[in-house]
């Protein structure tokens, strides 16, 4: 089908989407299934904010990842972050990882135009 009929793909529409985007706090991509992954600067930042030594740090929070390459965070029984708070705040705001902080200008999730509150509200702006 030609582009002429005003069809967008699901990328062109997310591009479009994202300059209408802002953030609602909603804490629901701290919430669903994924990996977390952090560098060994990142580690450095987040134990340094928490008061621990890296190693304190990786013991309680962290985690390797399957292919054995990566430091990953743990998660709440639910399957949250381990630092989204009951508020729906992250605990490490200052020093989130580079993964966090690149959501959802960076990449996306299947479906984040209904799970994120943000791009629910842009997505019906485009
Ligand atoms: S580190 Fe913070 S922003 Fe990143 S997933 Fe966890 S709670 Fe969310
Ligand atoms: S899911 Fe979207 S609106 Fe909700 S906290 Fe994350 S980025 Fe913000």
């Not at 793909?9 to 591009?15: A, F, G, K």
């Amino acid at each position: 089908m030609s582009r002429s009929n005003n069809k967008m793909t699901r990328e062109e529409r997310r591009q479009k989407a994202l300059k209408h985007f802002e953030c609602r706090r909603c804490g629901n991509c701290c919430t669903w299934p994924g990996r977390v992954r952090i560098t060994a600067e990142e580690a450095d930042a987040i134990a340094a904010e928490l008061g621990l030594t890296v190693s304190e740090f990786t013991e309680c929070y962290t985690r390797l990842s399957a292919s054995r390459r990566d430091l990953e965070l743990t998660d709440h029984d639910d399957g949250s972050c381990i630092f989204l708070t009951e508020e729906k705040l992250c605990r490490i705001h200052n020093v989130k990882p580079e993964q966090c902080r690149g959501f959802p200008w960076k990449w996306d999730y299947p479906r984040s135009e209904e799970l994120c509150e943000g791009m629910r509200i842009a997505w019906k702006k485009t």
